[in-house]
């Protein structure tokens, strides 16, 4: 039986800022700009939508590949070259879109098949979304359409189904084949996100980043990291999103909160990363991202 999520419209609307904010954060993405700047226009402009951030907005560049947001007194600014993912993702009470897209600073175009590879693997796999399909026909249509512009895979990061307030919920979709047994089920909504490197076709832990989330419910005892639980219960967020003068507070609460490492390339390559967020239908997909959707 199909199972879609009760108002898909919430979804819908969701998707839709979301693609916008992606488009915000790629046009900013100009030689000299802040990182920071970049990341705030993001993400204030999801708020400005009705929606509220899902996860800080992710400025990964080069040889990263996921988890790095800035910090607030960063003062770092892009330089033309640099291979920028900009992952973002809106929520509406729970109901969540996350979409990414690379872009090169400054558009000198010496990172086009890169780019290019990520772009073609998430098209393929979505030309193989419907009900049914085994998610490792997905998983191949990735890697056949990286390799094609001779290059890798990234084998250890996935695309995620997505419920309700759990931005990756169970299923995972490999970006190399062999790896799963799933099939895809109608009325399911899913995050396909394929990277594509020239270096080792893998990631590891970088330093430890700026995205934290709770664990669990740090109770009272602290006021001030009691009412952070309240807002943000356990999404990602970050020290940007807090009051300067409750900092110093979530700096002393590590022990209840979980601390994103950047994801960095092994081989040291670049890392290109394209993504939607797609549902599934009985005979086909409805790719909810599109920014003409
Ligand atoms: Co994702």
Not at 185 to 204: D, K, W, Y
Not at 229 to 244: G, K, N, Q, S
């Amino acid at each position: 039986m199909a199972r879609y999520p009760d108002d898909l419209d919430r979804w819908r609307r969701a998707a839709r800022i979301s693609a916008a904010a992606r488009e915000v954060g790629s046009a900013a993405a100009v030689p000299g700009a802040r990182r920071r700047d970049v990341a705030e226009a993001v993400e204030s402009y999801i708020r400005s939508q009705g929606a509220q951030p899902a996860f800080p907005a992710n400025l990964s560049r080069n040889v990263e590949a996921a988890h790095f947001t800035p910090p607030p007194d960063d003062e770092q600014t892009l330089a033309k070259g640099d291979l920028l993912k900009v992952d973002v993702g809106a929520h509406i009470d729970g109901a969540i879109a996350d979409t990414a897209v690379t872009v090169e600073v400054g558009g000198a175009g010496r990172h086009e098949n890169l780019v290019r590879a990520a772009k073609d693997a998430v098209e393929a796999a979505i030309a193989k979304v419907r009900a049914g399909v085994a998610v490792d026909e997905l998983s191949r249509a990735i890697e056949t359409a990286i390799h094609a512009r001779g290059l890798k895979p990234v084998g250890n990061l996935s695309g995620h189904s997505i419920h309700l307030y759990l931005l990756h919920a169970g299923k995972s979709i490999p970006n190399v084949s062999g790896m799963s047994t799933d099939h895809l089920e109608e009325g399911e909504i899913i995050a396909i996100e394929p990277f594509a490197t020239n270096g080792e076709g893998a990631i590891e832990n970088g330093e430890f980043g700026h995205i934290v989330r709770f664990r669990k419910d740090p109770g009272p005892s602290d006021p001030v990291v009691a009412r952070l639980y309240e807002r943000f219960r356990t999404l990602p967020f970050t020290a940007r999103w807090v009051d300067p003068a409750d900092r110093p507070a979530l700096a002393k609460a590590r022990r209840v909160l979980q601390t994103y490492p950047v994801f960095v390339e092994a081989g040291g390559g670049l890392v290109a990363q394209a993504e939607h967020t797609v549902l599934v239908t009985a005979d086909g997909v409805d790719v909810l991202t599109r920014s003409d959707a």
